[in-house]
């Protein structure tokens, strides 16, 4: 029996260390053409930058941040066969820093224009395969529905306003159609419908209400939305023990990358991957919501299992005794493949 339709999860994400040089280089190794690609400079206060194909090479958006998209021509300035070009921009390619990419395929291309909701999209860059796709759209400042083209139903969409000022609007399935989170702040998540009408995605599409940060009239966002795969990614929500030992997070996978946020209280998006903590024990992370550079602490220790993530820490961030958590996970391998073949521990 196939326990996965993804044998090789690095065809779809895959995380690509870097250093700087202060001029122009090609960033290789990625193993596809990325489509969304995310990078963070490790050693200092820096920008997280995000591009992907619908906006266009040079066009970020901050985590961390409310700002527009803008383009910057010394930024990411080509997707490339096997990853990306990069110019002169400090936050990108200074000289002898190191940093981090977190790379996504989606349709390898910037797509087509999605007319399944009531607000058809721009465009839509759609790898059902992966489940996750990109979308651009222009708001209407009323409820409206906007399609995503994944044919399965999204447990998570990211969306930013990329025509002016605003924060990010996050829906994960861990806390459902009535709350919301932002990725640019710390904040628990929040019950309000005037970010997705408290009503769920479809297979087909999601909703959008009256917020400015996903649905601005004649503003214009671009949405990041993911479904689960068996053995490649996984969406999900767990309850801290405050002990050591802490909750062990099944996956089905061995993680390659991992984000948690704490949605009962404030705290931080840790994000975590198996290149910056290549063995047991994980503990180099970066936060989403900051441009602060990269960390190492023992406060924050976890382990990255054949088959999902093992907390061993008390920080209230990961692992409080009356804390909720969700979770955004991808592969560096299937716990079974289509072959039948378990994957081993790290």
């Given at each position: 029996?196939?326990?996965?339709?993804?044998?090789?999860?690095?065809?779809?994400?895959?995380?690509?260390?870097?250093?700087?040089?202060?001029?122009?280089?090609?960033?290789?190794?990625?193993?596809?053409?990325?489509?969304?690609?995310?990078?963070?400079?490790?050693g200092g206060v820096c920008d997280h930058h995000i591009?992907?194909?619908?906006?266009?090479?040079?066009?970020?958006?901050?985590?961390?941040?409310?700002?527009?998209?803008?383009?910057?021509?010394?930024?990411?300035?080509?997707?490339?066969?096997?990853?990306?070009?990069?110019?002169?921009?400090?936050?990108?390619?200074?000289?002898?820093?190191?940093?981090?990419?977190?790379?996504?395929?989606?349709?390898?291309?910037?797509?087509?224009?999605?007319?399944?909701?009531?607000?058809?999209?721009?465009?839509?860059?759609?790898?059902?395969?992966?489940?996750?796709?990109?979308?651009?759209?222009?708001?209407?400042?009323?409820?409206?529905?906007?399609?995503?083209?994944?044919?399965?139903?999204?447990?998570?969409?990211?969306?930013?306003?990329?025509?002016?000022?605003?924060?990010?609007?996050?829906?994960?399935?861990?806390i459902g159609n009535t709350h919301f989170l932002q990725?640019?702040?710390?904040?628990?998540?929040?019950?309000n419908a005037v970010f997705w009408n408290d009503t769920?995605?479809?297979?087909?599409?999601?909703?959008?209400?009256?917020?400015?940060?996903?649905?601005?009239?004649?503003?214009?966002?671009?949405?990041?939305?993911?479904?689960?795969?068996?053995?490649?990614?996984?969406?999900?929500?767990?309850?801290?023990?405050?002990?050591?030992?802490?909750?062990?997070?099944?996956?089905?996978?061995?993680?390659?990358?991992?984000?948690?946020?704490?949605?009962?209280?404030?705290?931080?998006?840790?994000?975590?991957?198996?290149?910056?903590?290549?063995?047991?024990?994980?503990?180099?992370?970066?936060?989403?919501?900051?441009?602060?550079?990269?960390?190492?602490?023992?406060?924050?220790?976890?382990?990255?299992?054949?088959?999902?993530?093992?907390?061993?820490?008390?920080?209230?961030?990961?692992?409080?005794?009356?804390?909720?958590?969700?979770?955004?996970?991808?592969?560096?391998?299937?716990?079974?493949?289509?072959?039948?073949?378990?994957?081993?521990?790290?």
């Amino acid at each position: 029996m196939a326990f996965t339709t993804i044998d090789k999860s690095s065809l779809h994400f895959n995380t690509k260390l870097y250093t700087g040089n202060g001029s122009t280089q090609s960033i290789t190794g990625v193993g596809f053409q990325p489509d969304l690609v995310w990078t963070k400079e490790r050693g200092g206060v820096c920008d997280h930058h995000i591009f992907d194909v619908i906006r266009g090479a040079t066009y970020k958006i901050n985590s961390a941040s409310t700002e527009a998209s803008s383009a910057d021509a010394n930024t990411l300035t080509a997707f490339t066969a096997d990853g990306f070009n990069v110019g002169t921009n400090a936050c990108q390619n200074n000289s002898s820093d190191t940093f981090t990419s977190w790379n996504w395929k989606a349709g390898n291309s910037a797509g087509s224009s999605n007319t399944d909701g009531s607000i058809n999209t721009t465009a839509t860059s759609v790898n059902t395969t992966a489940g996750f796709s990109i979308s651009k759209y222009t708001g209407t400042g009323s409820a409206a529905t906007v399609g995503h083209g994944l044919g399965a139903v999204p447990k998570m969409i990211m969306v930013k306003k990329t025509s002016g000022a605003e924060s990010w609007g996050v829906y994960h399935n861990g806390i459902g159609n009535t709350h919301f989170l932002q990725l640019n702040t710390t904040g628990a998540s929040s019950d309000n419908a005037v970010f997705w009408n408290d009503t769920d995605p479809t297979s087909s599409v999601f909703t959008i209400n009256t917020d400015a940060g996903v649905n601005g009239s004649g503003q214009t966002y671009i949405a990041y939305a993911f479904t689960d795969i068996i053995g490649f990614s996984k969406f999900g929500t767990y309850n801290g023990n405050g002990n050591a030992n802490g909750t062990f997070i099944y996956t089905g996978f061995k993680p390659a990358w991992l984000m948690i946020k704490r949605t009962d209280s404030t705290d931080s998006w840790f994000m975590y991957d198996n290149k910056r903590s290549s063995f047991n024990v994980v503990d180099d992370y970066l936060i989403a919501n900051s441009s602060n550079a990269e960390s190492t602490s023992a406060s924050v220790n976890m382990d990255f299992l054949s088959n999902g993530v093992k907390i061993r820490n008390t920080d209230g961030g990961h692992n409080n005794s009356s804390g909720t958590y969700i979770y955004m996970a991808f592969a560096e391998a299937p716990l079974v493949g289509s072959n039948n073949v378990p994957c081993t521990a790290r």
